[in-house]
């Protein structure tokens, strides 16, 4: 990858944007690289519990490397996963798409840590993970409609259900720049934190999540995930329990009560 670095520490994986002379800012090439990463993570997770999305230098992602546009270079229409698409700018925005949602779609946790800039395309991926930690500082904004365009790689998705359809509204159709603090305020993250301590804090939660059972907090993920969609009582009821009685039949089930008993940490398997 030459847009994006991986590696895996134990049980925790770092994605990092390694564009930091721009910003971080995004291009087709990025795009292709971070869905390659996670089909192969989906496929394999190779112990990954928990996942750090973060960028390189002093930026999360300013957004579009705006040169992908002026420089000619057109949107991926290749196979969009299950779909048939006639129309190839819908599939290239389709499968541009696909480089954000599969973190959603994953069933180990997705933590995203900001500092600097988190604007248009930035803010969209960071808000297609799990949790958001941002640095104080950081200015965030979903800004595409500067451009004559709108939030499409997942913004109309996820800010409604982090923020509320009428703030989401306001922060698209304004074009506002907002500061951490208030993303803070309205939900756009769950910690504020210094600069300087954005990895620490993200290597700390990142830790604290690997460490619990991973059948039962993918099986929480789904649930919680099919309720947040606006599906049934009983769609996120049944997925509960068909996860819990996964977890009730597993053999970390056994090793968290032997822990308890014997006064240890748990060490889990994810089986």
Known sequence: METLKFEQDGHVGWLRLNRPEKLNAMTVQMWAEMRELGQQLLADAAGLRCLVVIGEGRAFSAGIDLSTFSEGQALDPGPVAERAVEDEM???????????????????????????????????????????????????????????ILPDLGGTHWLPRLVGPARAKELT????EIDAEEAHRIGLCEHLVDDADLEKVAEDLAATIAAQPPLAVAGAKAAINRAAHGESREAVLRETAERQAECLRSKDFAEAITAFLEGRPPEYQGA
């Open 173 to 176: 159709w304004t074009v506002a």
């Open 90 to 148: 819908v599939a290239g925005i389709l499968r541009a798409q696909e480089a954000f949602t599969w973190l959603e779609d994953a069933s180990f946790p997705t933590i995203a840590a900001l500092r600097g800039y988190a604007l248009g395309a930035g803010i969209q991926l960071a808000m297609a993970c799990d949790l958001r930690i941002v640095a104080r500082g950081t200015r965030l904004g979903v800004f595409e409609q500067k451009y004559g």
